[in-house]
C-alpha cells in the first residue's frame, strides 16, 4: 500500500532523513519510534507532502506521490492527524467535521460519514453544538480523529496521537483506532 524507497529529506542545509526504506501492507499498522529528534514528524511530513524529499521514492498503491501537493494527496485518500490537537475551538463540534468533508460533494455520504464518527465516539454526538474548545483533550483528540475519518481515508497517519493525555485516555484513543483499522 505503501512503499518508502531510500527517502531522505532537509530542512534548508540541514538533513534530517537519510535513505528511510520500509513498506505498509493494506490493514497494517505500524508504530515509528525513536528519540525526540530523530525525524518521525519530518518523514510523515513528507509522506504527505508538506515536505518534498530531497532523494527517494513514495509510493502509495503503486503510485509515485513523492512531488504531489497535499491537497492531491489527500484526493488520495491519505489523511494526516498531526501532533497537537488541531482543532477549530471556536467552532462547533458538528462544523469541525463538516471541515473534515470537504473532499465530498454529496450530502447523504456526509451526513453517512458524521453517523459513523457519532458510532466510534457516541460522546461527541451528546456535544455536537458545544463549541469544540470546551471538550477534554482526550474529546478533542476524538474529534481531531473522527474529523480525519470524514474523508474515508484509505491510509491514516497520527503524528503523537498521545501527546498529552491521561493513560486512560491514550489506551482508548488507540483501540479506537485498532477497531477503525478492522473495518
Do not use: W
Not at 39 to 68: A, C, D, S, W, Y
Not at 117 to 126: E, N, T, W
Not at 146 to 165: A, F, K, Q, T, W
Amino acid at each position: 500500500m505503501l512503499e518508502i524507497k531510500n527517502v531522505s529529506a532537509s530542512y534548508g542545509m540541514i538533513q534530517i532523513l537519510r535513505d528511510v526504506s520500509f513498506h505498509i501492507k493494506e490493514k497494517e499498522i505500524v508504530s515509528i519510534i525513536g528519540p525526540n529528534g530523530a525525524g518521525k514528524t519530518t518523514l510523515v511530513k513528507t509522506i504527505v507532502g508538506l515536505l518534498h524529499p530531497t532523494k527517494g521514492e513514495i509510493r502509495f498503491k503503486g503510485e509515485n506521490i513523492e512531488k504531489l501537493q497535499p491537497y492531491e494527496i489527500v484526493k488520495r485518500k491519505i489523511t494526516l492527524i498531526p501532533e497537537g490537537r488541531e482543532i477549530f475551538p471556536k467552532m462547533t463540534v458538528e462544523e469541525n467535521l463538516l471541515l473534515g468533508a470537504y473532499t465530498i460533494n454529496d450530502g447523504d455520504k456526509i451526513k453517512e460519514a458524521k453517523e459513523r464518527g457519532y458510532q466510534i465516539f457516541p460522546v461527541l454526538k451528546k456535544k455536537e453544538k458545544a463549541l469544540a474548545q470546551t471538550l477534554s483533550g482526550g474529546e478533542q483528540q476524538m474529534l481531531v480523529i473522527c474529523r480525519s475519518l470524514m474523508s474515508n481515508p484509505e491510509m491514516l497517519i497520527l503524528d503523537e496521537p498521545s501527546l498529552g493525555l491521561a493513560p486512560l485516555v491514550v489506551e482508548k484513543v488507540l483501540d479506537t483506532v485498532r477497531k477503525i483499522n478492522e473495518e
